[in-house]
C-alpha cells in the first residue's frame, strides 16, 4: 500500500538482498525479542518483507540478553533476513523517530507486556494517527486485558495452563512439557497469519488494524480435538504416552536396534499390519476384532506387538509395513531427523556462506511455485544498517552523528 523507501536504502553496489518477492513492498518495524514475536517476524521477513529489527543502543539495554546469546544458534536461526537498526524509544526524540517511520511502514510488530506500549506511546491509537495503514501486530503472554493481562508470559506457564501438559506424558506419570516452545511458536506464526490478513484486507478497506494473539490463546486452540472432546462431549482428556487416544494400535514398539511408530488406524490396516507381523491369528481373536474392543484391550495387543516387532531391525519393519501400506517410521534423534533421504530431498536446511563457512538454518516448510522463500542475509549486528535506514527517511550525516551523540541511536 505504501511506497515504502525502505526497500532501496542500500547502495545499489550493496543492495539488501530478498528473501522471496511474494511480500515485496511490504516494510515492517520489528521490535520483537526473545521468541513468540520474532518467531512472527521471521514468517514475514522469510517471505520478502523488508524488516527492521529495532534495538535499544548498546549500552541502554541492561540485563541478560533476551533470547540467548546473539551469536547462539537460537537466535541466529531466529533472525535471519532482517536488517537492523538501534533507536532508543524511550527517548522523547527516539519516539518522534519511530513515528516518522511509522509513516512510511506497513507493519509494526512487538510482544512487550500489554501496558508498555502505552507507556511508551506507541499503541494502535497513536501509531493510527500517523498512519491510517499501520497494522499493529502484538503478542502477550494471556491477552491484552483482562484479569492476567499484565502477568508476564512464559512458553511452559502457557503450555501448563493451556491443558497441554496435562495430556502429554505416561499415563499417571504427572504433567510433562512438551520439548518444544510449543505456545511461543504457534502465537508467533498465528500472529504472522493475521498480518497476513489483515494486509489482505487493507486492499478493500484501505485502513490497518490491529492484530493480536496469545500465548494462552494459542494453546488452547492447538488442543484441537483434545480440546473439542471436552468443548462437545464434555470428556476431560487423560495422559495417553505414546497411544494414540482414540486409534488402536498406534504407538511405539521396540525392535532389536530402536524403536519405531506404527499408526493401524483402521480395520483395513490392522488386518495388513497382523498380516506383515506374521500374526493372522489375532485377526480371529474377538479381543481384537474391532477397535473398541482393541482400544478396551491395548495393553495385551501392545505387548504382543512389542514381542514380534523386538525380532527385527527398525529399517526391516519401516520397509515391509510401509510396503504393506501400514503407517510405519523410525524415531529419530534430531541428527537423524536432518539426515534422513527425505529431509534432505525437501531441503528444509538451508545453507548461507559467512566468513566463507557454511551456516545452516531451518527454512519455511511451504513451498511456492512461484515465489519460494530462502535464507539470503545473516542476522545483523546490532545497529548494523541504522546509518542506512535513516539517511533513506532524509537524515543528513551530521543529524545522524548527533542522535548518536545523544544516545537516541
Avoid at 530478498?18 to 511480500?23: E, I, T
Avoid at 486492499?203 to 496469545?214: D, E, I, P
Avoid at 506374521?278 to 504382543?304: F, H, I, M, Q, V
Avoid at 509395513?321 to 529419530?332: D, Q, R, W
Wanted: charged share 20%; with cysteine.
Amino acid at each position: 500500500m505504501n511506497d515504502s523507501p525502505f526497500a532501496t536504502l542500500a547502495p545499489e553496489t550493496d543492495a539488501a538482498p530478498r528473501a522471496s518477492s511474494a511480500l515485496a513492498g511490504i516494510t515492517v518495524l520489528d521490535l520483537t525479542r526473545v521468541r513468540s514475536g520474532p518467531t512472527c517476524v521471521r514468517q514475514l521477513a522469510d517471505w520478502g518483507a523488508e524488516v527492521i529489527k529495532i534495538e535499544m543502543p548498546e549500552g541502554l539495554d541492561a540485563g541478560d540478553p533476551m533470547g540467548g546469546p546473539r551469536d547462539g544458534p537460537d537466535f541466529q536461526n531466529l533472525h535471519r533476513n532482517k536488517r537492523g537498526m538501534t533507536l532508543n524509544l524511550k527517548d522523547p526524540e527516539g519516539l518522534k523517530l519511530f513515528l516518522r517511520l511509522v509513516e512510511k511502514a506497513d507493519v509494526v510488530v512487538e510482544n512487550f507486556r500489554p501496558d508498555v506500549k502505552d507507556r511508551l506511546g506507541i499503541n494502535y491509537a497513536a501509531l493510527e494517527k500517523v498512519n491510517p495503514g499501520i497494522i499493529l501486530a502484538s503478542i502477550s503472554g494471556f491477552g491484552q486485558d483482562g484479569p492476567y493481562a499484565k502477568r508476564p508470559g512464559f512458553d511452559q506457564i502457557a503450555q501448563g495452563m493451556g491443558g497441554l501438559m496435562s495430556i502429554t506424558g505416561l499415563p499417571g506419570q504427572g504433567p510433562v512439557r512438551v520439548g518444544i516452545p510449543i505456545a511461543d511458536l504457534c502465537a508467533g506464526i498465528f500472529c504472522s497469519q493475521g498480518i497476513m490478513i489483515a494486509l489482505l484486507e487493507r486492499q478493500k478497506s484501505g485502513r490497518g488494524q490491529w492484530v493480536h494473539t496469545s500465548l494462552l490463546e494459542a494453546q488452547l486452540f492447538m488442543l484441537d480435538f483434545q480440546a473439542a472432546r471436552w468443548l462437545m462431549a464434555g470428556d476431560v482428556p487423560k495422559q495417553a504416552g505414546n497411544n494414540h487416544p482414540t486409534s488402536i494400535p498406534t504407538g511405539v514398539f521396540p525392535t532389536s536396534d530402536g524403536h519405531i511408530n506404527i499408526a493401524a488406524s483402521g480395520q483395513r490396516i490392522w488386518e495388513r499390519s497382523a498380516e506383515v507381523l506374521g500374526r493372522k491369528d489375532w485377526l480371529a481373536n474377538p479381543d481384537y476384532a474391532t477397535g473398541s474392543a482393541r482400544s478396551k484391550n491395548r495393553d495385551t495387543l501392545n505387548a504382543e506387538i512389542a514381542a514380534v516387532t523386538a525380532t527385527r531391525t527398525s529399517a526391516d519393519w519401516v520397509e515391509a509395513l510401509n510396503e504393506a501400506g501400514v503407517p510405519c517410521g523410525p524415531i529419530n534423534a534430531i541428527d537423524q531427523a536432518f539426515e534422513d533421504v527425505q529431509s534432505k530431498h525437501l531441503g528444509i536446511a538451508r545453507t548461507l556462506e559467512r566468513d566463507g563457512k557454511p551456516v545452516q538454518y531451518v527454512g519455511q516448510p511451504v513451498q511456492l511455485s512461484r515465489t519460494p522463500s530462502a535464507v539470503v542475509s545473516h542476522p545483523p549486528a546490532i545497529g548494523e544498517h541504522t546509518d542506512a535506514i535513516l539517511k533513506g527517511v532524509g537524515f543528513s550525516e551530521a543529524e545522524i552523528a548527533e542522535l548518536k551523540n545523544k544516545n537516541v541511536v
